[in-house]
């Protein structure tokens, strides 16, 4: 897949000058039609804007109970806070090579630590405990991205994209699944079997419904979520994979890959957010009042106004 033939050309470089959402530096427009009907969810005249370059691969953003933002530069092995004064920082280096990040409900960030395949838990205070680290005695492929559901239990995706940092030979599960960790963190069950690549993940705040995407099979699918963790009612929600996903107040899903794409609880297109870098990984809402789409890409950060407002970490 794309992000694989990103990564073989991921090399360390230190992060240049950040650039503030403050300063309004304009990158592009968001196309025809920037100045839209008052139900668009993009701000009126509102414009993409660069808030950051220089990293090798942007990814995994979620946003604390400020406001700030957090995300990963994966190939140089750290976490990035944006705050919500428009300050860009190193919030932990080395970081186990930190793929998808997301917060629970008691301010501790899950992170899906790609270096040996684990799930961690890193602390407010910057600790770190590994939580998952195998299933069934097997090396999990590599955990990619992860949503908490409200009472606290979490899925996660676990793909398999050879890293050239890996000392281990091929994926030791027999398929590329979606897992269920247990809120009291005893359990993890392998709840989906059956997609090609699942990738991008996301839950509704109401804790009834999950998204995952098929980036292999360009597919993205909706669930009906039980009680006890398992999974029912499988339905294509759209014909588009994701790498990385985020839902608003509307309960409309946003999916990446070239640009964001933006569909309506029905699965119908309802608007595209043109990225020009080859390739967007991931979105999440964040600000204070979390009315801005942060957008990671490549080298790069964005941000965009948004009318509606995001419901979670991501």
């Known amino acids: 897949m794309i992000q694989q033939v990103l990564s073989d050309r991921w090399h360390c470089v230190p992060a240049i000058l950040s650039l503030s959402l403050s300063l309004g530096l304009v990158l592009t427009g968001i196309g025809p039609g920037t100045v839209c009907a008052a139900d668009d969810i993009v701000a009126a005249g509102a414009t993409l804007v660069q808030l950051a370059e220089g990293f090798e691969f942007t990814e995994g953003p ?3 109970a400020e406001g700030h933002v957090l995300f990963t530069d994966q190939p140089n092995d750290r976490i990035l806070k944006w705050s919500v004064d ?3 920082s190193t919030y932990k280096q080395p970081c186990g090579r930190a793929n998808g990040l997301c917060f629970d409900q008691d301010g501790n960030l899950w992170a899906c630590a790609d270096e040996k395949n684990e799930l961690w838990c890193i602390r ?3 600790t770190v405990q590994v939580v998952v680290k195998d299933y069934e ?6 955990p990619n991205d992860l949503w908490v559901r409200p009472d606290r239990g979490i899925y996660f995706t676990d793909p398999f994209y050879q890293r050239d940092y890996w000392q281990r030979g091929p994926a030791e599960q027999p398929v590329q699944g979606v897992y269920y960790l247990t809120p009291d963190r005893q359990k993890l069950t392998r709840v989906i079997d059956d997609l090609q690549q699942p990738n991008g993940i996301i839950g509704t705040p109401d804790g009834k419904t999950l998204y995952v995407a098929d980036i292999r099979a360009g597919k993205t699918y909706a669930y009906d ?3 006890e963790g398992t999974l029912t009612n499988k339905r294509l929600f759209c014909e588009l994979g994701s790498d990385g996903m985020t839902i608003d107040n509307e309960g409309n899903v946003y999916l990446t890959g070239r640009g964001v794409t933006v569909f309506d609880p029905r ?3 309802i608007r595209t957010i043109p990225i020009d870098t080859g390739w967007t990984a991931n979105v999440c809402f964040g600000g204070k009042d979390r009315h801005t789409l942060f957008i990671t890409a ?3 950060l964005f941000a965009l106004q948004m009318r509606v407002h995001g419901v979670d970490s991501q």
């Open 62 to 64: 979620a946003c604390d």
């Open 86 to 88: 428009g300050k860009l």
């Open 124 to 126: 407010p205070d910057g």
């Open 137 to 142: 005695g097997k090396l999990l492929n590599g």
């Open 225 to 227: 979520i039980q009680a």
């Open 267 to 269: 699965g119908t297109r």
């Open 298 to 300: 490549q080298k790069q």
